[in-house]
């Protein structure tokens, strides 16, 4: 029992305190740091390898639908939040001000961005002139800085990384279709690459981005039942064209308003990874991200031919494309196992005397701890094949797990019921503010997303009819 | 003539103003627009590709050297700087400094960072604990600020973008000679993928980073003489290490300090690139970095087959990996050929009714504006071949161009008429700090490298013996 002590050593119990579970994890891991300015994070290798992975794959798929890179200035002049009401009424509290530079006091105070819509849209209205000019879409990979009060690596810090995408277009159907159409890159990403399943649909007004006519979300359901906001695709009709001077000369030479979107995703995905598959061992990884798919662990080391046969798997795992590390150092196989079962590397291999005269492996997949004995022989393909399952089982499992947590309720004292148990709870909504703000104030849960074609009777709270049905759910 | 007409219209005289055609060439090729905060620049998609593709190909190679990719916070307490006594004297003049965060004044104002030294220094005392954590290699793709008086897009903008490299090693030996294997690294990438030959070795005291032991530089000849610090890799000794208390438990239980490094290039390699190659028509890329490789220009585009020859060229040419456009725009071809020669697209391919016919395509270099008939049978290898001709032609030519530009003087008149000709100047120096004083006073030239292994009699300033041979030239 030895070996499982040293877990309960490291990591808290994911059952009993699921927040300090997630805070182990993410320092005991070597993901993440605490910086030395408050609620700021360092992205440690191992963690910073899964954003990259993250980008990789995103980055192509955006190029796809003909988004092209730029890089915008990280300070944007106060003045511009200004110009869009909503916007600088929900940016501007929680911004970082510079206010010196090169020793001297500056004449406008600047603003770290918390996110580009103001100096975007500026650039576009200067590079905008006709309708052949049009769409334009653009995206940066770049820091963004919200000063928060309350912080935790990962899902909400005063710094963090993300993609912005900026479009403008001619009209508001094809910029509306293209909203739309993020979302859909978004979803089919966080479901086969992340393998998280996540409800997407449309924001309340309450809930909708600064600025924008409609903002269409991701909600994943994280292994306490709270809901993740794993990313967001807006459509903000006229209202940062008309702001910015978004104009072009359209086909028959009248001057018109373009429309425009923004999506993002952010290093809060590595949050989502972690609190959807995670365990009372650790992290547990999707193949497709994982930093490292496969680690070699020799057993009895020292006997003859045991490196010489670990190193020879490795390199035919590593050519066929798989990211695998043999696991040479001094500790024992069981320290081994635990450190990378923590590490939540998909699966361990096993190799040992016994195992490399019966021509075998011994593969522990990570997500469900099973261990089965693989043929050596063509052994890349195998493990590239038992990827791909664990890769399927893991959203499989995932979404398993979130079905069976929605729930509907039909009054307040449901909503709270279903959330205290760390439901999703589907319920009706008049469509009022007041409904929506009194369920916020007596269960904590927020409306995280319409359910789109779901019909109720009547409204939850005040019992009127229902125009719509909500998934309300405590959110991070 | 209408076609030469166009370019002096668009692009100022390489010959005639220097820095205007270089403000022409990196605007109207849309590389690069001004932000609105005096000193910052937006990278547009052309531009940003180019970055894109240099990040890819040193990205690779850090790697093979087992550096890894990490983030660190943008803000960095003030007290940090005044750690290391040289750093804050450098550094702290040309910090932007944050004083208000979500509202209220900080208590301790934030730096956004210059340079990463301070921040990873604290993070690598906390991270390294024996000599089994060591070498430690991170690397960060980041943005990084300096308040500059006098700023030029790519070349000096108060924010840019670079990576910063900081290793730990638990000996000077190993840290010394990872400082030149990354020289040597940088070296290679910008003779082999920016076509850009460089005079590596060590800078003189007055000239090296503010903390280091010994600083490591690429120089560059632009077109104009000038001299273009391309990239450093920085020895600092004990220097960080000690401010930072990055100790570690030897291998014989005592506890030790450790030797760092730090290595860098940044978004001016763009204008290297921009001043090493381009010429009076515009941008002139390399191959290797170009966004596009190749562009095909239809000719007689309305006469049958002709777009369906050019598709199905564009089409074999993406298949084989080459980076090409078929410019099916409504402008004239001879529009289209200046358009592409401007925007410095290596090899433009010209197919019309009769190249069809005869089973050929035209190929237009844009380093010698050399034009050949090319076969149009197994295409995708041929336009490969002549890409690669470029590559290593446009190197061969900048460093002959150079080459014969590099000459020697004895005195300080010779110095100031070599450097007036637009020459780097070799000297002998006696190593004193007032010498080399009086060469920046008189000839606004300064020390950019010491040439190793070289000698000469005497210190061009003093007469006295010369202890070294010194590199001098005007700079950017």
Redesign the interface.
């Known amino acids: 029992m030895a070996k499982e002590n040293q877990f309960v050593e490291q990591i808290a119990d994911i059952n009993a305190d699921f927040p300090q579970w997630y805070t182990d994890v993410v320092l005991k891991t070597k993901l993440v740091?605490y910086?030395?300015?408050k609620g700021?994070?360092?992205?440690?290798?191992y963690g910073?390898?899964i954003?990259?992975n993250i980008q990789k794959i995103l980055d192509a798929r955006f190029k796809e639908c003909g988004v092209?890179?730029?890089?915008?200035?990280?300070?944007?002049?106060m003045s511009?939040f200004t110009k869009e009401a909503e916007h600088v009424e929900g940016f501007?509290?929680?911004?970082?001000?510079?206010?010196?530079?090169?020793?001297e006091e500056l004449a406008e105070?600047?603003a770290?961005r918390p996110t580009s819509e103001t100096?975007i849209g500026?650039?576009m209205s200067?590079?905008i002139q006709s309708y052949r000019d049009l769409p334009m879409k653009?995206n940066q990979w770049?820091?963004v800085?919200r000063?928060?009060?309350t912080t935790r690596p990962f899902l909400r810090t005063?710094?963090f990384?993300w993609q912005e995408g900026h479009t403008a277009h001619a009209t508001a159907e094809e910029a509306e279709a293209f909203t739309l159409t993020m979302l859909g890159v978004y979803k089919e990403f966080m479901e086969t690459c992340l393998a998280i399943p996540v409800l997407t649909g449309r924001k309340t007004e309450k809930e909708r981005f600064a600025g924008a006519v409609a903002t269409y979300t991701m909600e994943a359901m994280m292994k306490d039942g709270k809901s993740l906001q794993s990313g967001t695709s807006h459509y903000m009709g006229q209202n940062f064209a008309k702001a910015f001077d978004i104009r072009f000369l359209g086909g028959e030479g009248v001057l018109e308003t373009a429309y425009t979107t923004s999506f993002g995703v952010s290093t809060r995905l590595i949050g989502a990874i972690i609190m959807t598959h995670g365990d009372e061992r650790g992290l547990v990884l999707p193949p497709v991200v994982a930093p490292m798919q496969c680690v070699i662990v020799p057993i009895a080391a020292r006997k003859e031919g045991v490196i010489e046969a670990c190193e020879a798997l490795e390199a035919e795992l590593k050519k066929a494309g798989i990211r695998v590390t043999l696991d040479k150092s001094d500790n024992s196989p069981g320290w081994k196992f635990n450190e990378w079962e923590m590490k939540g590397v998909p699966v361990r291999i096993e190799l040992g005397p016994r195992d490399i005269e019966a021509g075998k492996m011994i593969c522990a997949r990570r997500d469900t701890l099973e261990k089965t004995e693989v043929a050596l022989d063509n052994a890349a393909e195998r493990v590239k094949d038992l990827l791909a399952s664990i890769q399927k089982d893991m959203l499989e499992a995932a979404r398993k797990r979130r079905d069976e947590r929605i729930v509907y309720a039909d009054d307040m004292a449901g909503i709270l019921a279903g959330v205290e148990a760390g439901n999703f709870v589907k319920a009706g909504w008049c469509g009022c503010r007041e409904c929506e703000d009194k369920i916020k104030e007596e269960t904590a849960a927020t409306a995280r997303v319409f359910a789109e074609g779901e019909s109720r009777e009547t409204c939850a709270v005040c019992g009127k009819k229902a125009e719509h049905v909500i998934v309300y759910a405590r959110a991070y």
């Open positions: 740091d910086g030395p300015v700021t994070m360092v992205i440690r290798p910073y390898a954003w990259e092209e890179n730029a890089y915008f200035p990280l300070l944007i002049p511009y501007a509290p929680e911004v970082a001000v510079v206010t010196v530079g090169g020793g105070p600047l770290i100096i500026s650039m200067k590079w653009v770049c820091n800085m000063w928060e009060k005063s710094e990384l």
